[in-house]
């Protein structure tokens, strides 16, 4: 690792300049809900195409204050907003120590169904809580071992999908979120779990708990009736899921894990929803989409002898998904103790923000900032950017990325084999792509029906 450097110096924001960051960046962004989406305020925020504002407002910001952090004071709390990937990078690069994941809001959410996930964990837990979950998902690997299972369990899913789209000619977010848990329970709890929307129904009630964060009340009774369900996979792991590669390397760590991993797939779901969206109104990438796929091939989906495909194309749609729609609004850090910044000493506690809307479409760095571009994730250029983080960067990076990857590419070019069109899909035909998409909102329909 590179030495960090010592970085420019932070600029305290007016009263003026720190309610326009909260009133047009940050407020939109807790109303969305951060830890799971309120769907009238995703509407809403596609209506205001609320990610376009947020990113005028950093980039007048950044360009008067010469690329300094913006330093604002809410009540107690001091945040800094970056708006350079030097500074980026700074932060992910020096993680957990001095700035740690487990800031002060996220602890409040996250605690309130995972209080053990290793994001919210001190450093010293996270010495064997990291691990964990890299060993267990399989960081490193683009295919997990267990992946020609994972692929079956989207394989199942898909089979719902395509019956329920001959049935209805339709496919919306809702319809399409009940299969998409039916895959995420096979593939992290195993094919027993697959139906359990009880268990589903209890995690979602207590991540709209957690969306205000320490404001609401803990639930411990549901909180132990989730773990109980979870456990009742987990100690009994089937072949093929996360939770028997978790419960080999340690079911008592496994069980404090699986929250999160549940809890994120809903992101993955929303990702895919999006590139869907992007596929369904461009034939060009449809069309490369299937040709990588090769769905009339004699193996289909399959690398000879080597399980499931990597499907680099429809990886990079999915990263580009992610890429123009951040579904981690924001990326946060607390420091550890007090850090020298510029000619500034910041105190310990204080609050770093990485606004990912903002640094995903900056146009001064990006040629391609508003483009569908995944080309750029193929060739290298996206992955040389400290500003492009949607999985995050350095030691605290996401571990889940490739199992993500994995599925949701083959979700995706099992779905482009129907040739389904998007609803107001002129919009996504073209580049410019509009700033914010709400993906509660998108409805598909078979080509060729009313
Ligand atoms: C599209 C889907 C996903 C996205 C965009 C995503 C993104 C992220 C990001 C940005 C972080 C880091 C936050 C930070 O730096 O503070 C993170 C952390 C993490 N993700 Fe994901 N994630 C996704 C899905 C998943 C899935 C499905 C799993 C597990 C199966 C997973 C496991 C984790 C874990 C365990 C951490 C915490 C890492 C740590 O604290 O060291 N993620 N993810």
Known sequence: MSPAPVGRTPVDLTAAETARVVRTVLAPLIVQGVIVRRPRATAWAERHQTDRAARAVLTGLRERHGGAPLVLRLGLRRFVVVTEPDDVRRLLENSPEPFTPATKEKRGALA???PEGVLISST??????????????????AVHDEGAAFVDAVRRGMTAL???LDSTGLLDAE???????????????GPKARGDRELI???????????WSSLHPRRGRL???????IGSYLFAPEPGSLAAAAYDRGPATAVGQVPHWLFAFDAAGAVTLRALAIVAARPEVRERVLEEADPVGPSPWQTAGRGPALLPYARACVLESVRL??????VLRDSTGPTRWGERVLPTHTGFVVVSSFFHRDQRRLEHADAFVPEAWLDGRNNADWGLVPFSGGPVACPGRNVVLLVTSHLLARLAVRDLRVERGRYLARDPLPATVDHLGLRFRIAGTA
């Open 175 to 189: 319809s399409f979120a009940d299969v998409w848990w039916g895959i995420v329970l096979e593939i992290v709890l």
């Open 223 to 229: 909180r132990e009736e989730l773990e109980r369900r």
């Open 325 to 330: 729609w951040p579904t981690t609004l924001a």
């Open 162 to 164: 395509t019956r329920q």
């Open 124 to 141: 010293a837990e996270r010495w064997h809580r990291r691990p964990f979950n890299e060993a267990a998902l399989q960081a490193d690997r």
């Open 112 to 114: 309130h169904f995972q």
């Open 201 to 211: 129904a209890d995690l979602n009630a207590l991540r709209r708990d957690a969306n």
